[in-house]
């Protein structure tokens, strides 16, 4: 199995970013991810330039201005303690963060031809789903699942290419599963997405936690293989393949972070199960979810 793929803690940084993929650093052609850490009263600016981005806090709170606006984001304490509001910034821009008190922020990005307006994502309007059951329950944060370019819906955010969620996995619960795919582009079945998985893992007592990732070859693509113990601050880069388990060790919750995009006109999450493991889906009606979650659910308004 190959490692490259696998980017443990700070062999992304670049910069004032501890994480830094772009599509030329990860070879493709659409996602990308940063993860800026500032201290009490930093700054930070940055050019958009192709992409358009979500200011996402992982801890800590900030304020994003863009184009005469400036969107003061209360973010959280992290990321297992609740949902965060966001920022969506367009293509073709200058950005400047600013945080009072320090944090860590996540921009996640995808190249994109619709230059859309700047907005702010309340907290309060994230769809939290609780998805699988028994030990395959866990916790997704739709704040920027697929929606409509253009306008925003009930079921997520409005971006022109980018897809991105967070899912936190209880600990000793497998997500990501069963193994799924989008490698091909089958319209109406399966849509065609780089993916980008960043954790963030829960200690115990003090004592740093860890999981696993696997993803496996499903025929197309580059034949990516990964097998990788993960920590938190590690990135799994997901070209193509059959992705999942993402298994969180007993004690210690998992949270990741996904960043999708990819060539299609429709912006879609269209997905192939595994053909080996799609049964385990029958069993989940017979199964109560994991009464660990929700963890957090969105505030009110």
Same mark, same amino acid.
């Given at each position: 199995?190959?490692?490259t793929?696998?980017? $443990?803690?700070?062999?992304?940084?670049?910069? $004032?970013?501890?994480?830094?993929i772009?599509?030329? !650093?990860a070879? *493709?052609?659409?996602?990308?991810?940063?993860?800026?850490?500032?201290?009490? +009263?930093?700054?930070?600016?940055?050019?958009?330039?192709?992409?358009?981005?979500?200011v996402?806090?992982?801890?800590?709170?900030c304020?994003?201005?863009?184009?005469?606006?400036?969107?003061?984001?209360?973010?959280?304490?992290?990321?297992?303690?609740?949902?965060?509001?966001?920022?969506?910034?367009?293509?073709?821009?200058?950005?400047?963060?600013?945080?009072?008190?320090?944090?860590?922020?996540?921009? =996640?990005?995808?190249?994109?031809? #619709?230059?859309? %307006?700047?907005?702010?994502?309340?907290? !309060?309007?994230?769809?939290?789903?609780?998805? +699988?059951?028994?030990?395959? !329950?866990?916790?997704?944060?739709?704040?920027?699942?697929?929606?409509?370019?253009?306008?925003?819906?009930?079921?997520?955010?409005?971006?022109?290419?980018?897809?991105?969620?967070?899912?936190? =996995?209880?600990? +000793?619960? *497998?997500?990501?599963?069963?193994?799924?795919?989008?490698?091909?582009?089958?319209?109406?079945?399966?849509s065609?997405? #780089? #993916?980008?998985?960043?954790?963030?893992?829960?200690?115990?007592?003090?004592?740093?936690?860890?999981?696993?990732?696997?993803?496996?070859?499903? +025929?197309?693509?580059?034949?990516?293989?990964?097998?990788?113990?993960?920590?938190?601050?590690?990135?799994?880069?997901?070209?193509?393949?059959? /992705?999942?388990?993402?298994?969180?060790?007993?004690? /210690?919750?998992m949270y990741?972070?996904?960043?999708?995009?990819?060539?299609?006109?429709?912006?879609? *999450?269209?997905?192939?199960?595994? %053909?080996? /493991?799609? *049964?385990?889906?029958? =069993?989940?009606?017979?199964?109560?979810?994991? %009464?660990?979650l929700?963890?957090? =659910?969105? %505030? !009110?308004?």
């Open positions: 199995m190959t490692t793929h696998h980017l $443990p803690a700070g062999k992304a940084a670049n910069g $004032p970013y501890t994480v830094d772009s599509p030329e !650093s070879g *493709w052609g659409h996602s990308s991810l940063r993860v800026l850490e500032l201290p009490a +009263g930093g700054r930070h600016s940055f050019d958009t330039g192709d992409s358009e981005w979500i996402l806090p992982l801890s800590g709170s304020t994003v201005a863009v184009g005469g606006e400036t969107f003061r984001l209360a973010g959280r304490e992290s990321v297992f303690s609740g949902v965060s509001d966001f920022a969506y910034v367009p293509r073709d821009a200058q950005v400047s963060l600013a945080s009072r008190g320090g944090g860590r922020f996540a921009l =996640t990005g995808a190249r994109c031809a #619709e230059r859309l %307006p700047a907005r702010y994502g309340p907290a !309060s309007a994230v769809p939290v789903e609780l998805r +699988g059951t028994g030990t395959c !329950s866990r916790q997704v944060n739709n704040f920027a699942a697929a929606a409509p370019a253009g306008g925003d819906d009930g079921q997520g955010f409005a971006c022109d290419k980018l897809i991105a969620v967070e899912v936190i =996995t209880p600990g +000793g619960n *497998w997500s990501s599963f069963p193994p799924h795919k989008h490698d091909e582009h089958r319209p109406g079945e399966e065609q997405l #780089e #993916e980008i998985y960043y954790f963030e893992i829960a200690a115990h007592d003090g004592t740093p936690g860890l999981g696993y990732q696997r993803v496996s070859p499903s +025929g197309h693509g580059r034949g990516t293989d990964v097998l990788a113990e993960v920590r938190s601050g590690d990135t799994v880069l997901i070209p193509d393949g059959w /992705h999942g388990p993402s298994m969180a060790v007993p004690g /210690h919750d990741y972070l996904n960043v999708m995009a990819g060539p299609g006109a429709e912006r879609d *999450w269209l997905i192939r199960d595994h %053909p080996d /493991h799609a *049964w385990i889906r029958a =069993t989940w009606p017979d199964q109560p979810v994991d %009464p660990r929700p963890r957090y =659910t969105a %505030p !009110s308004q």
